[in-house]
């Protein structure tokens, strides 16, 4: 058990580009959790796994974001045609006990 | 609606000082999950404890203790004898319990916690 992690570590892109994150959970963890974490503000739910079925989005998921898990293993998040906005820190976190986070992706839109 | 409210924004100690930190919680679930996190400068979110509605007992973890009190609806996080490496920002948080989506977690606007030296 190596816990969560995630690639890349830090992002930066302009505006307009497309980003892709990865995470990769815990193993033995079948929930998989993506959040979004802005500057001074916690985190906030974007979507989640159950295995390989994406079963609730978050509002905050707009139709620019898509996420994937192909065989309910490492998940994806893609970001198209980012926008200033989404600068933030993005978290995936597999279920267990409790909640466990990765170290997430720093995405800096410039 | 479910609510995390971390009321102190900032807190400055000088080592070896006790903290409190303070969690206020609303739900209308009967059931949910309260739990603690910490965020080091490094920025990894570290699980400190998760809490279910049905205990009410306090809990201690070497110089972490935990006081949950329904009646107020409250989840305290105190350090004793704070240490240089517990400044980072804490976070509270609620999740229904029984749901199917259990890991969906509302977060506070956390608090951070410098300890001087």
């Known amino acids: 058990d190596t816990g969560v992690s995630q690639d890349p570590r830090h992002k930066i892109t302009k505006r307009g580009q497309n980003v892709t994150f990865r995470c990769d959970p815990i193993?033995?963890?079948?929930?998989l959790y993506w959040y979004r974490q802005t500057l001074g503000q916690g985190p906030e739910f974007l979507t989640y796994?159950?295995?390989?079925?994406?079963?609730?989005k978050s509002r905050l998921l707009s139709d620019r974001f898509s996420a994937e898990r192909p065989k309910g293993s490492f998940s994806t998040l893609e970001i198209q045609r980012t926008e200033q906005g989404d600068s933030a820190m993005y978290l995936c976190?597999?279920?267990?006990?409790?909640?466990?986070f990765g170290p997430g992706t720093r995405l800096t839109v410039t | 609606a479910q609510k995390v409210t971390q009321a102190q924004t900032e807190i400055s100690v000088v080592e070896k000082e006790d903290v409190t930190l303070d969690c206020v919680y609303e739900?209308?679930?009967?059931?949910?999950?309260l739990f603690w996190y910490k965020q080091p400068p490094s920025g990894e979110l570290v699980f400190l404890i998760r809490?279910?509605?049905?205990?009410?007992q306090n809990e201690i973890s070497g110089r972490y203790s935990w006081n949950f009190q329904k009646s107020t609806s409250s989840f305290n996080f105190t350090i004793t004898a704070s240490q240089v490496v517990d400044s980072a920002v804490y976070f509270c948080?609620?999740?229904?319990?029984?749901?199917?989506?259990?890991?969906?977690?509302?977060f506070g606007q956390g608090t951070t916690l410098q300890v001087k030296p």
């Open positions: 976190a597999s279920e267990g006990v409790g909640m466990y």
């Open positions: 193993s033995e963890h079948n929930r």
């Open positions: 796994f159950q295995n390989e079925a994406q079963l609730e």
């Open positions: 739900t209308r679930d009967t059931t949910y999950y």
């Open positions: 809490r279910n509605s049905f205990d009410e």
């Open positions: 948080a609620l999740t229904p319990r029984g749901s199917s989506n259990t890991g969906k977690l509302i």
